[in-house]
């Protein structure tokens, strides 16, 4: 049996993450061990930094995620950033407040998920910080990424004219998370990829790289906090409003339409990628990816706001529910 305990010390911990990472990494001068890191900055590209928390309680509880998802969970989000830029990730730094009550078997289990996940996306962990808290557990990664100097996307390049395009199909980690709480049996081939969907979402670094690289994308972000927010976000940042298709909105394929398209719309955690493109380069969207569907949903307009065209012809408003930590602190 493993050890329930944490490691013996601080020191026995450094020592077994850096086991775990490549000793020799191209534009990385010196790694875990020292006071900080040094890495080469590539000439001609600029730097991409992003930060996120991962929070017990909040973005994950003991009972429902397995520490292995916690740990993908907890990179994937912030691979997500950079791929929301065009970019590629680099570099990760890992600081984890461990709850007093958490055992070493939690903390191999979560590092075994993030670093599977980083080695897939050529991201060495070069750092961080490690305590141990009376309190919940707390994680706070930053990734350093890089794009070549001036290909970097942004949320503010949408136009009015421009189409808008969505990867994937959007709701099927909050269908998973839905089933994660009933504690309902997995048995249909769309549970099963619901549920990995919101336990191991995979970022979709190569096909930002795609759109700035091809200078298609006019604007580009990820899909985090739900279509109704993030959308309204790109075109905040814009100046610009928005009309969706109601029915080309890219739902779980389930028996409920309505129930669908309010997954597809607020569910948030799909780490999909949402971007603007003019008319003249829509024909140069592909209809896949690899083996993900790129899928145009509506288009951008001159005045502000956000709308759905329903398939009987009505235009409704669309507001938004997705997930706001604000938003909900305050109506606590």
Same mark, same amino acid.
């Given at each position: 049996?493993?050890?329930?305990?944490?490691?013996?010390?601080?020191?026995?911990?450094?020592?077994?993450?850096?086991? *775990?990472?490549?000793?020799?990494?191209?534009?990385?001068?010196?790694?875990?061990?020292?006071?900080?890191?040094?890495?080469?900055?590539?000439?001609?590209?600029?730097?991409? +930094?992003?930060?996120?928390?991962?929070?017990?309680?909040?973005?994950?509880? @003991?009972?429902?995620?397995?520490?292995?998802?916690?740990?993908?969970?907890? &990179?994937?989000?912030? $691979?997500?950033?950079?791929?929301?830029?065009?970019?590629?990730?680099?570099?990760? $730094?890992?600081?984890?407040?461990?709850?007093?009550?958490?055992?070493?078997?939690?903390?191999?289990?979560?590092?075994?998920?993030?670093?599977?996940?980083?080695?897939?996306?050529?991201?060495?962990?070069?750092?961080?910080?490690?305590?141990?808290?009376?309190?919940?557990?707390?994680?706070?990664?930053?990734? %350093?990424?890089?794009?070549?100097?001036?290909? %970097?996307?942004? *949320? @503010?390049?949408?136009?009015?004219?421009?189409?808008?395009?969505?990867?994937?199909? $959007?709701?099927?980690?909050?269908?998973?998370?839905?089933?994660?709480?009933?504690?309902?049996?997995?048995?249909?081939?769309?549970?099963?990829?619901? &549920?990995?969907?919101?336990?191991?979402?995979?970022?979709?670094?190569?096909?930002?790289?795609?759109?700035?690289?091809?200078?298609?994308?006019?604007?580009?972000?990820?899909?985090?906090?739900?279509? @109704?927010?993030?959308?309204?976000?790109?075109?905040?940042?814009?100046?610009?409003?928005?009309?969706? $298709?109601?029915?080309?909105?890219?739902?779980?394929?389930?028996? !409920?339409?309505?129930?669908?398209?309010? +997954?597809?719309?607020?569910?948030?955690?799909?780490?999909?990628?949402?971007?603007?493109?003019?008319?003249?380069?829509?024909?140069?969207?592909?209809?896949?990816?690899?083996?993900?569907?790129?899928?145009?949903?509506?288009?951008?307009?001159?005045?502000?706001?956000?709308?759905?065209?329903?398939?009987? #012809?009505?235009?409704?408003?669309?507001?938004?529910? #997705?997930? !706001?930590?604000?938003? *909900?602190?305050?109506?606590?």
């Amino acid at each position: 049996m493993r050890d329930k305990s944490l490691f013996k010390s601080e020191a026995d911990f450094i020592t077994w993450i850096r086991r *775990r990472t490549p000793r020799r990494v191209a534009g990385l001068t010196l790694g875990i061990g020292d006071d900080a890191a040094l890495v080469a900055v590539t000439p001609g590209r600029e730097l991409i +930094l992003t930060t996120d928390m991962s929070i017990e309680g909040v973005h994950f509880t @003991s009972t429902l995620h397995p520490p292995q998802a916690v740990g993908h969970r907890a &990179l994937a989000r912030s $691979l997500s950033d950079i791929a929301a830029m065009g970019g590629t990730p680099r570099y990760a $730094l890992i600081s984890l407040a461990a709850s007093r009550s958490t055992g070493r078997a939690w903390l191999e289990g979560f590092f075994d998920g993030l670093f599977v996940l980083a080695r897939r996306f050529a991201t060495v962990v070069i750092g961080g910080d490690t305590a141990v808290v009376n309190g919940p557990t707390t994680v706070d990664v930053i990734v %350093a990424g890089e794009v070549p100097r001036g290909r %970097a996307l942004r *949320r @503010s390049g949408a136009k009015p004219g421009d189409w808008i395009f969505v990867s994937g199909r $959007l709701g099927m980690a909050a269908l998973g998370l839905r089933l994660l709480r009933s504690r309902s049996r997995i048995r249909k081939p769309v549970e099963r990829v619901a &549920l990995r969907a919101h336990l191991f979402p995979q970022p979709q670094c190569a096909l930002g790289r795609f759109l700035s690289a091809h200078r298609l994308a006019s604007a580009l972000m990820d899909v985090s906090d739900g279509l @109704s927010i993030d959308l309204p976000r790109l075109c905040d940042a814009s100046g610009v409003g928005a009309s969706l $298709l109601a029915n080309r909105v890219p739902t779980p394929p389930i028996p !409920d339409a309505e129930d669908a398209l309010r +997954l597809a719309l607020h569910g948030g955690e799909d780490y999909q990628l949402l971007f603007t493109v003019s008319a003249a380069n829509a024909a140069k969207i592909p209809r896949h990816f690899g083996r993900i569907p790129l899928h145009c949903i509506g288009g951008i307009r001159a005045s502000r706001g956000i709308n759905m065209v329903t398939p009987d #012809g009505k235009t409704l408003p669309v507001e938004a529910h #997705g997930y !706001d930590h604000f938003a *909900r602190a305050c109506h606590h």
